[in-house]
């Protein structure tokens, strides 16, 4: 079993080009990114922006799996601990895609929908607001540093679009992070009294 070693005691150098051991999280994010970009287009029908997200999830966990300067140092948090919100995701989900027999369960299950939405919003500002924020600052500062430093066209490309789509992940979790922190504020305010089913 590896363990990440703090932040402030890794040095640049070695968050970007060292921590192989990690690989296996940016390969799990490509497969499953891989068969939620079909997915989301022919079945699901997901919204641009989810789509969007795939792709930039898509390069990132890419160049994170097959480039020497990796930046694998982030993966465990950005390809592993940020995905625990999406566990009560999938109860709320599950509600939204079966509203006729939720709606014969209703007493029943309100409850477990309530709290998989408190849950759903606590992880998410936790780990994709409240947490990104530091690690995603480090990562853009060593890709931004990492970039000054390319010699070549593959080079350039290769880490600009990493810091890229990074940036780009980064405001939508800002921007969902918004719409979470306003539906927690209408559900508690009481100004929220339709109920979902």
């Given at each position: 079993?590896?363990?990440?070693?703090?932040?402030?005691?890794?040095?640049?150098?070695s968050?970007?080009?060292?921590?192989?051991?990690?690989?296996?999280?940016?390969?799990l994010?490509?497969?499953?990114?891989?068969?939620?970009?079909?997915?989301?287009?022919?079945?699901?029908g997901?919204?641009?922006?989810?789509?969007?997200?795939?792709?930039?999830?898509?390069?990132?966990?890419?160049?994170?799996?097959?480039?020497?300067?990796?930046?694998?140092?982030?993966?465990?948090?950005?390809?592993?601990?940020?995905?625990i919100?999406?566990?009560?995701?999938?109860?709320?989900?599950?509600?939204?895609?079966?509203?006729?027999?939720a709606?014969?369960?209703?007493g029943q299950f309100?409850?477990?929908l309530?709290?998989?939405?408190?849950?759903?919003?606590?992880?998410?500002?936790?780990?994709?607001?409240?947490?990104?924020?530091?690690?995603?600052?480090?990562?853009?500062?060593?890709?931004?540093m990492?970039?000054?430093?390319c010699?070549?066209?593959?080079?350039?490309?290769?880490?600009?679009?990493?810091?890229?789509?990074?940036?780009?992940?980064?405001?939508?979790?800002?921007?969902?992070?918004s719409?979470?922190?306003?539906?927690?504020?209408?559900?508690?305010?009481?100004?929220?009294?339709k109920?979902?089913?």
């Amino acid at each position: 079993m590896t363990s990440v070693p703090r932040m402030s005691t890794v040095i640049v150098t070695s968050k970007i080009a060292d921590f192989n051991e990690f690989i296996s999280f940016a390969l799990l994010q490509i497969g499953y990114n891989l068969w939620s970009i079909p997915m989301g287009l022919w079945v699901v029908g997901e919204s641009k922006a989810m789509l969007a997200h795939h792709l930039a999830t898509l390069c990132v966990a890419s160049i994170s799996c097959f480039a020497k300067c990796g930046f694998r140092y982030y993966t465990p948090y950005f390809f592993g601990c940020i995905e625990i919100s999406s566990v009560p995701l999938t109860v709320i989900n599950f509600f939204k895609g079966n509203k006729e027999w939720a709606a014969k369960k209703n007493g029943q299950f309100n409850c477990l929908l309530k709290n998989s939405k408190i849950v759903f919003a606590a992880l998410f500002l936790l780990t994709r607001v409240i947490l990104w924020t530091p690690q995603m600052y480090d990562v853009l500062r060593a890709s931004i540093m990492l970039c000054s430093t390319c010699t070549t066209i593959f080079c350039w490309l290769t880490i600009g679009s990493f810091s890229i789509s990074a940036m780009f992940l980064t405001v939508l979790q800002y921007y969902w992070g918004s719409l979470v922190a306003k539906g927690v504020w209408l559900m508690f305010s009481g100004r929220n009294k339709k109920k979902i089913h």
